[in-house]
């Protein structure tokens, strides 16, 4: 779906008698933000205005004449209401100017006997050549009614308030006069006419009309209208809350915020102004990205109270982040372009050193040693650096970086550590087509790569199952699912499963030969769709078993980002299943405007690990690796409390969905989840001590007529 298809949404505006609702009738077929205009038979609303609708009687400032349409405009209808005296509304059943006897279809009860709606000639208010955009309920004034909306007049990339004097059809500038390098949204008029209130960023990046830099409001902002002649219709706007002082100005990295879950819920929702979070496990430190790309790309880590100011760990356009569940302060991340083609140079990334030393508190370079005695060799090239030069952060001394796989593998991303920390899985383009692949994480691809799922789709995104039994990824392996969330039984690769040609591959310095194997045909249920196994089919020919479609969201919809709870009976998705919340025209740029956070209640006919049973496999294991140096015999943590991974013994069971919730209710595109056994109670967090500006623009499209 484009950006356009998103922004000129196919809604329809309704209007209903109350107290009851009843007598619900559309009214308008197309259109978006409906208000009322200066009597109830007069009803305002956007819209993306297509090739031969008529312009406005006005120009206004700025605006260009007989321009190509692609313009959001504000347009007006007229409403005939039948029977209406006596309600307490103006329209009162009288013929209205410009109604072309037109009615539309009501839904109404049967027999209840009330007619319909009679509906004008849709009118447009603003012209072409700027997008007009969510207007207010008209108020009065001396010199006649007026509304206050929002444009962008390109080549500007700002979004003002100003206000549209309804008689004369002319625009005036609002908040252009008193923040002019600041995006403004949703204004509202007082109803006496006399003051205009708008949503905007807490800080402004630039000087106001005042002088102030930097000036913001914590929530809001309202401006006063001041007539400069009684008669005339010229307003002049003065701000009313600009603050001198940068304390609302300080923002929240980390806020904690209250779930619709009961109380007996123990769960908090931490929101972080941040891609990819990820606590670590001992919940004292947030690692996050900054930005995908720019001067701040890179991974950051953070106080998990928010109590110090981030520091850079890794430094470069980079996604996905993990924490691993045995080394302390070791991190993985996909070192490269996001949302990049196949043929894409992206590597795995394995960052150490990462510790509460970077605040003061803790011992320099914890983690690190360990770490450096278990990394190995570096291969050809730049594929392992410190925080000291090679990341570019600046300070971060102690901290290190090494590249996870080989030169020339194409698109390796979103690494995932098995509980025990041993394994990686991760999605790789490196056959043709994303999809999952295993390595081990001490050695990385020089250990061996084994390919686990294999097909003309994209399977990616996964993560490992606590019991050590599952792992769960999305994948657009059915279209008529969409980009779902499916589940496969864990298979580990066999003993020394490294191939003759995989060995060579190594010893040569270069990648491209990968182990396959089947993944266990156990049963299992899906408890999203029909009840029936899904069976894949390979490109080589093999038939793998076991996987299943866990939730979807049809052809179009996406299920992405899971992530297990610590206890193994809950997921935690991003999905569209919502849809939109909110109008996108109204906030400022997302990527996509879509998503909410879900939390999935798994059925599981499986029982979770014994502590003892996995303490004796991790030791049987350890000792296992005193006598080969191949890294499937390796074990980074001899006493995982998370259980272990499964063999082909079918122990995993059946896995489906037994019931969800939604977490999140907001206009905005809430994703990449995590989740952590570490409670953070509802509460507000410590704030950033530096300046923060108004990072965030308007929506790319508006830039300029939008295509139609």
């Given at each position: 779906m484009q950006q356009r298809d998103l922004l000129a949404l196919p809604t329809a505006i309704h209007v209903m008698r109350l107290p009851d609702g009843k007598h619900r009738q559309q009214v308008v077929a197309q259109g978006g933000w409906p208000a009322w205009g200066e009597d109830d038979s007069t009803l305002l609303f956007h819209r993306l205005v297509r090739g031969g609708e008529e312009g406005g009687h006005g120009a206004g400032e700025g605006a260009q004449q007989g321009g190509a349409e692609g313009w959001f405009s504000v347009l007006q209808v007229r409403l005939d209401v039948p029977g209406d005296e006596g309600q307490g509304g103006q329209g009162g059943g009288k013929h209205v100017d410009g109604w072309s006897g037109a009615t539309s279809k009501a839904e109404t009860s049967a027999g209840d006997g009330e007619a319909s709606i009679g509906v004008g000639k849709e009118e447009r208010l603003t012209p072409s050549g700027l997008h007009a955009l969510t207007p207010s309920s008209a108020a009065p004034s001396p010199c006649g009614p007026f509304i206050a909306l929002t444009t962008r007049r390109p080549p500007s990339p700002f979004r003002h308030v100003e206000l549209l004097h309804l008689p004369s059809r002319q625009l005036y500038m609002l908040t252009q006069h008193i923040n002019p390098s600041a995006n403004h949204y949703s204004p509202s008029v007082a109803p006496d006419g006399s003051r205009v209130a708008y949503h905007r960023c807490r800080c402004a990046a630039a000087r106001d009309a005042l002088g102030n830099e930097g000036v913001g409001s914590s929530e809001g902002e309202a401006a006063e209208l001041r007539r400069q002649e009684p008669q005339a219709a010229v307003l002049e706007a003065r701000p009313l809350t600009l603050q001198p002082t940068c304390r609302d100005c300080e923002g929240y990295y980390v806020e904690s915020m209250a779930t619709p879950l009961p109380p007996s819920a123990p769960l908090s929702l931490i929101r972080v102004a941040g891609l990819f979070p990820a606590l670590s496990p001992d919940g004292r430190l947030l690692a996050f990205i900054l930005a995908l790309s720019g001067a701040q790309a890179g991974v950051y880590v953070v106080p998990a109270d928010g109590s110090a100011v981030q520091r850079c760990v890794f430094k470069g356009p980079a996604f996905g982040l993990a924490w691993s569940p045995a080394v302390p302060g070791v991190l993985y991340t996909s070192a490269g372009q996001g949302f990049a083609p196949e043929a894409a140079e992206v590597h795995v990334v394995e960052v150490s050193g990462v510790g509460a030393w970077l605040f003061g508190d803790g011992q320099k370079g914890e983690g690190k040693a360990q770490a450096q005695a278990e990394g190995g060799a570096g291969g050809p090239g730049k594929e392992e650096g410190s925080g000291d030069s090679s990341t570019g952060c600046g300070g971060a001394g102690g901290v290190a970086w090494r590249y996870l796989t080989l030169p020339g593998m194409r698109n390796n991303a979103f690494p995932a550590p098995s509980p025990c920390g041993r394994w990686l899985v991760f999605r790789s383009a490196r056959t043709g087509h994303k999809n999952l692949f295993l390595m081990g994480a001490q050695q990385g691809e020089r250990g061996g790569v084994w390919q686990v799922s294999e097909g003309a789709w994209t399977d990616t995104m996964a993560a490992w199952d606590p019991w050590g039994r599952w792992i769960v990824f999305s994948s657009d392996r059915d279209k008529s699912k969409g980009f779902a969330l499916y589940a496969m039984p864990v298979v580990l690769p066999p003993h020394s499963a490294a191939s003759p040609a995989a060995a060579a591959a190594v010893a040569a310095g270069v990648g491209g030969a990968v182990s396959k194997f089947e993944t266990g045909a156990t049963g299992v249920g899906d408890g999203a769709s029909n009840g029936q196994e899904e069976k894949r089919q390979g490109t080589a020919g093999q038939q793998q078993q076991g996987v299943v479609c866990l939730w979807h969201n049809g052809p179009w919809g996406r299920v992405n980002h899971a992530?297990?709870?610590?206890?193994?009976?809950?997921?935690?998705?991003?999905?569209?299943?919502?849809?939109?919340?909110?109008?996108?025209?109204?906030?400022?740029?997302?990527?996509?405007?879509?998503?909410?956070?879900?939390?999935?209640?798994?059925?599981?006919?499986?029982?979770?690990?014994?502590?003892?049973?996995?303490?004796a496999a991790a030791a049987a294991a350890a000792v296992s690796s005193n006598s080969s140096d191949s890294d499937n015999d390796s074990v980074r943590n001899s006493s995982s409390d998370h259980g272990s991974e499964v063999g082909k013994d079918g122990s995993a069971g059946q896995l489906s969905v037994r019931r969800w919730e939604r977490l999140t209710f907001n206009p905005y595109e809430d994703g990449t989840p995590s989740w952590s056994h570490h409670m953070v109670h509802p509460a507000p967090l410590h704030t950033q001590r530096h300046r923060v500006t108004c990072d965030f623009d308007d929506v790319g499209a508006l830039g300029g007529g939008v295509g139609v």
């Open positions: 992530a297990f709870s610590p206890d193994g009976r809950f997921l935690v998705v991003t999905a569209d299943v919502a849809g939109m919340s909110a109008d996108p025209t109204a906030y400022p740029q997302q990527f996509q405007p879509y998503g909410e956070i879900f939390l999935l209640e798994l059925n599981r006919t499986d029982h979770p690990p014994q502590p003892a049973a996995a303490a």
